[in-house]
């Protein structure tokens, strides 16, 4: 099919190790099937290095397939291979705006993805969002995005999407992955992370229907100004000073010693300390 021979579609970049390949895809299947997914996803499927050994081994036992890409002359040449494999459907869309009824067919759900450089963390933003549908997510990232996700606590890439993602999801680190392995080479390094949902939250969240708006804001604040204490860092508004102070939280600590029971306190004390009508503060 001359749409997956030399083509660079929206500046992706395009495994090429086979070996790799197989290995990702043998680690994604083998978590997807412990996981009791019903389904899989996979987002930016390109030229397939991915998808192709991911149909081989799905011959064998067929679930529901759902490919995503964005680029509209490979979406095509996907449409017209797959037409016969009726466990399989392909939409052409930017993963950012498909509506969710169009991805989420059935749940559970295993995601596999080498996700562009550009719009990984905000499609990982959409999928970690779904912890009721989506219990496992194989995916590619560049390297320094991968390690904020799976950052311990008092490191440099410990960070607010360190604390939002590891509330609700276990990460492990899978392969570390050089340029060569991509055509053409980008000129960073990358790395596959393995994501499990967790079984309980560290924190719940969405107790409260203010509560996601609440912790995303709360985080975002507190890492604004990482190497300042909390007492100066956060913003000298009422909601976070008095949320500080019922907390019992060390107001001379920064945001990346705190303990994930600090975290609570805190979360627990903005939540009292803000309106009812108010998603935001």
Same mark, same amino acid.
């Given at each position: 099919?001359? %749409?997956?021979?030399?083509?660079? &579609? ?21 978590? %997807?099937?412990?996981?009791?997914? +019903?389904?899989?996803?996979?987002? $930016?499927?390109?030229?397939?290095? #991915? ?25 095509? &040449? ?14 052409? %869309? ?17 995601? #596999?993805?080498?996700?562009?450089? =550009? ?8 999928? %970690? ?9 194989? #995916? ?18 410990? $960070?607010?999407? =360190? ?13 570390? *992955?050089?340029? @060569? &392995?991509? =055509?053409?080479?980008? /000129?960073?390094?990358?790395? *596959? ?6 079984? +309980? ?11 996601? &708006?609440?912790?995303?804001?709360? #985080? ?12 100066? $860092? ?16 060390? $107001? ?9 029971? /600090? ?9 009292? +300390?803000?309106?009812? @009508?108010?998603?935001? *503060?």
């Amino acid at each position: 099919m001359p %749409a997956f021979g030399k083509r660079r &579609a929206l500046g992706q970049h395009f495994l090429r190790d086979e070996i790799l390949c197989d290995l990702i895809v043998d680690k994604f299947l083998e978590e %997807a099937q412990s996981a009791g997914c +019903t389904s899989l996803l996979e987002i $930016g499927p390109g030229k397939g290095a #991915l998808t192709f050994p991911l149909l081989q081994r799905l011959k064998k036992n067929p679930i529901p397939l759902v490919l995503c890409e964005k680029d509209r002359v490979l979406a095509q &040449a996907w449409l017209e291979r797959l037409a016969p494999v009726t466990s399989c459907k392909v939409q052409e %869309a930017d993963f950012l705006t498909l509506p969710e009824d169009l991805w989420l067919t059935k749940s559970p759900l295993g995601v #596999l993805s080498n996700l562009p450089y =550009s719009s990984g963390t905000a499609i990982l933003n959409r999928l %970690a969002s779904c912890t009721q549908e989506i219990p496992v997510m194989v #995916l590619m990232f560049q390297a320094e995005v991968a390690e904020r996700l799976r950052a311990e606590r008092s490191t440099k890439a410990w $960070g607010s999407l =360190s604390v939002w993602i590891q509330n609700c999801w276990d990460v492990s680190k899978l392969h570390r *992955v050089p340029p @060569g &392995a991509f =055509s053409p080479p980008p /000129e960073v390094f990358s790395e *596959v992370v393995l994501l499990r949902r967790r079984e +309980t939250t560290r924190i719940n969240v969405s107790a409260d229907p203010r509560g996601p &708006a609440l912790w995303q804001a709360l #985080l975002k604040a507190a890492f604004a100004h990482r190497r300042k204490m909390l007492r100066s $860092g956060l913003p000298h508004t009422p909601p976070y000073q008095n949320a500080l102070k019922i907390s019992g939280v060390d $107001g001379a600590k920064r945001a990346e010693a705190l303990e994930w029971s /600090e975290w609570e306190s805190l979360f627990q004390a903005l939540l009292s +300390t803000t309106d009812v @009508g108010t998603t935001s *503060v």
